[in-house]
């Protein structure tokens, strides 16, 4: 009975064994067998078709290896334009009308009338149109009169569009870290280091997020520095003689005015230093009668 049980065991073992390699050797068997007896037109067609992979894999390749497009750049644009025009007035209406038409804001405007120093009457507008109109807007501009100068600058900020989006990424990622940790913080120590910290971060987000919007807006939208310059100078209108006279009429009471607070203040001096005019007087009246007695007769007669 001893003997009975290890048997068994070494035979299964054994059976199992064989098993393995038969069905290894009946796996392998068939894969041998017809790469044996692959006809020739077979192995010609396999040829092909392994040949076919290799030009599909060299295409694939060639593909990949191909460069990658550059991605279109991000450009804040800015013109300036001046323009010899015969109404300065209707002009700056035009423009009005012109911005409203292409969508696009007005910043400033500064008009001159003619001065002594300068006889023209000009203007200098700014305003922004968003950049796909910039040229349309450009030709709208330049059908109001005769163009002096012209010019356009183009700077090109994607790259530094590209490192504001990275750093605010890896800012969101490191507040979003943070915020874990403080949620799983244990000691009031713990929590407020932990607070400062993500205040900070939330900080340079705010700060960077606000620079990316307004370079983003920059270049979406692109500016205008329009100057006007009347064709023919303009001399100031002769003012009505009403006007004149009311001017001269106002001079005049401003001088009598001028004149009587004058005497006042003369009078108040007057006043206020007459003491020592009544000293001086008596000192002269006095010196006077003393020459006068003390003097001989015979150089008076």
């Known amino acids: 009975m001893n003997f009975a049980w290890p048997l068994p065991r070494k035979s299964a073992l054994f059976v199992s064994a064989l098993l393995g390699v038969v ?11 017809a790469n044996k007896s ?18 599909t894999g060299n295409v694939a390749q060639k593909a990949e290896a191909a460069p990658v497009p550059r991605a279109r ?10 323009i010899v025009v015969n109404s300065v007035e209707q002009s700056i209406d035009a423009v009005s009308q012109i911005i409203e ?3 696009g804001d007005l910043i400033g405007l500064n008009e001159r009338q003619p001065t002594k120093e300068n006889s023209r009457h000009t203007a200098s507008i ?13 030709e709208e501009l330049a059908k109001l009169g005769t163009i002096e100068s012209r010019n356009i600058t183009a700077e090109d900020v994607g790259d530094r569009l590209v490192d504001f989006q990275a750093r605010l990424t890896n800012l969101r990622k490191t507040e979003a870290n943070l915020q874990k940790i403080m949620d799983r913080a244990g000691s009031v120590r713990d929590v407020l ?8 971060v939330r900080q340079s987000i705010e700060q960077i997020d606000a620079q990316l919007k307004n370079l983003q807006n920059q270049v979406a939208y692109s500016t205008i520095t329009l100057n006007f310059e009347a064709a023919v100078s303009s001399t100031s209108p002769q003012r009505a003689v009403g006007s004149q006279i009311q001017e001269t009429w106002n001079k005049s009471t401003q001088s009598l005015g001028t004149f009587t607070v004058g005497l006042l203040k ?20 006095g010196f006077v009668r003393w020459r006068r007695t003390h003097t001989p007769r015979e150089n008076r007669g």
């Open 23 to 33: 069905f290894t050797s009946c796996a392998s068997a068939p894969q041998d067998f």
């Open 126 to 138: 700014q305003l922004r149109v968003p950049q796909n109109l910039l040229e349309p807007t450009l």
């Open 38 to 55: 692959l006809p020739p037109s077979s192995a010609e067609n396999q040829l092909a078709s392994q040949t076919a992979a290799n030009s």
């Open 73 to 82: 750049p991000q450009l804040i644009k800015k013109a300036t334009m001046k």
């Open 266 to 285: 003369l009078g108040i001096w007057l006043m206020v230093y007459t003491p020592y005019l009544l000293i001086l007087a008596a000192g002269v009246y």
């Open 101 to 103: 038409k292409q969508q």
């Open 193 to 200: 280091s932990v607070a400062q910290e993500l205040s900070q």
